[in-house]
């Protein structure tokens, strides 16, 4: 960042960091082994979407490639919009290395398209051992991980069992150090 961005108050959107992303590979065996917390084959990348036809073109191109390559992985794909305007491109795979691989492809394609500053997160749902959802969002602007835990009710988290999610992951995610900017995702559709 330079002097004038500094002034101005700009600020530099961070690249994307796959090895941070596939971290939840290797994570994803600690969880189950050491935890009793299982993926669920689910992941999701969120982005907000443009109206503009060369946008469309390239989520439909991109819908289309996870669809051909899950022909081969076992990885489907469905899109859906939430009540934000926040687009969910949804893949399914019982296997956590192809779900990283197709968050990867997806996030891939849009920045290659310029519009990495349009993708908010990907999310991949886990669950306890008592089935209690258990979510790992990934900030692409910042590079980092944290645990999203909806305790039931109207719009509640289990901060407790975050922070103890976090303490047993140690070194293995790249962790969100601030914590103000674990932001929940209420009504996930994964």
Not at 7 to 23: E, T
Not at 83 to 94: C, E
Request: aromatic share 12%; proline share 4%.
């Amino acid at each position: 960042m330079g002097f004038f961005d500094a002034l101005l108050g700009k600020r530099k959107v961070a690249k994307s960091a796959p090895d941070r992303l596939f971290a939840i590979t290797t994570a994803a065996i600690t969880l189950e082994t050491a935890h009793g917390i299982k993926h669920r084959g689910k992941a999701a990348v969120v982005f907000q979407p443009l109206a503009t036809g060369d946008f469309q073109q390239i989520a439909s191109d991109v819908e289309e490639l996870v669809r051909s390559t899950g022909e081969e992985t076992g990885t489907t794909v469905q899109t859906t919009e939430d009540t934000y305007g926040y687009r969910w491109f949804i893949l399914y795979d019982d296997d956590i290395e192809d779900l990283a691989v197709g968050v990867n492809a997806v996030t891939d394609a849009l920045a290659v398209g310029g519009y990495a500053d349009r993708v908010l997160c990907a999310v991949f749902a886990f669950e306890d051992s008592q089935a209690t959802p258990v979510y790992f969002i990934y900030n692409y602007k910042r590079g980092t991980w944290y645990p999203f835990v909806p305790a039931g009710g109207q719009q509640q988290r289990n901060n407790e069992r975050e922070l103890q999610i976090k303490a047993q992951l140690g070194g293995e995610l790249p962790f969100e150090a601030e914590l103000e900017r674990w932001f929940p995702l209420w009504g996930t559709p994964i």
